[in-house]
């Protein structure tokens, strides 16, 4: 059971946000046919349903607490401080701003500050950057990483409790439905005020939980999953597929689930694609700039969509990699000789 294909979904899931981003990014109207098939929500809590699983088998198998968080922040924030900081020194040279006046500007170390403590909605833009696109968020892809944090934070009280349970499951359903309601109350606010500030909530840790604890179950049923996996997947592709299409989120979070662990355990073939390392994160965290560095650049206007789009993603995959051997692994190599 140790062998599973995590590598593979995170890189497609990687790969799928990727594509979104340039599709709603870009605002080419030869791209928008490709939107339907390009969806970032999915791919984003799909990568929440895999931490619930990972992070919780992470923090079982480590000793003490202290060592736990050790390897989160080595596996996380190498690459998530080098984006920022880099971001924020690099597109001074796009700013419509001279030197001077970006770096003396006070919304400059806002940015660096509200992105460094995992608070990006807050102040997402950098002075004079990306000032005529879509959006002027520099890196609108990391909303998902103080998420991710939050994950991380209460992954040792939450096991803590669900080990005084005899039966787990009971515990793993309130939290799933508690979710549930947290996004659909937040919605029907937002729908009936049109306030804005119930978007925000809308992206906060409470309403990806039926998501994530998902992924914690599977800790802790995996056997029984992988035994019956082959009828489990014949309700859940269809469920998905319902819900998706009449935009419900009911039994969505768990049929997402059912469908990330199928491929993870159902194609003994791609158990070595991530051999060559990890690339996922680092695709994750680089896009979004580089994208928007092209929009500025006029790169989409003045040039083919499609092609543009494919110089992308190999630039992309080639910082990903970079980045996994000159950053991340070391890292994550110091860690496990301290653990």
Known sequence: ????????????????????????????????????????????????????????????????????????????????LFTVFCGAIFLSFVSTLSFHEYFLSSDFYKYLFYNITFLNFLHPCLPGVFLNNHECAVNGALWTIKVEVGFYVIIPPLIYVISKFSKKLFLFVFIYLAALAYKYVVGQYYQQTGNTLFVVLAHQLPAFMSYFVSGMAMHYYLPKFINHKNYLILIALPVFILEYYFSLEILKPLALTIIVFYIAYGFSFLNDFGRYGDFSYGIYIYHFPLIQLCITLGFFARYNPFVVAVCIIIIVLIMAVLSWYIIEKRFILRKLKKV
């Open 1 to 80: 059971m140790h062998k599973n294909n995590f590598d593979f979904i995170r890189f497609i899931l990687s790969f799928t946000v990727i594509l979104a981003h340039i599709i709603d990014l870009s605002q080419h109207s030869s791209l928008t046919f490709l939107r339907p098939f390009f969806d970032s929500n999915i791919a984003v809590t799909g990568f929440f349903v895999i931490s619930g699983f990972l992070i919780t088998r992470s923090y079982i198998s480590t000793n003490h607490i202290k060592q736990y968080f050790i390897k989160r922040a080595n596996r996380l924030l190498p690459g998530y």
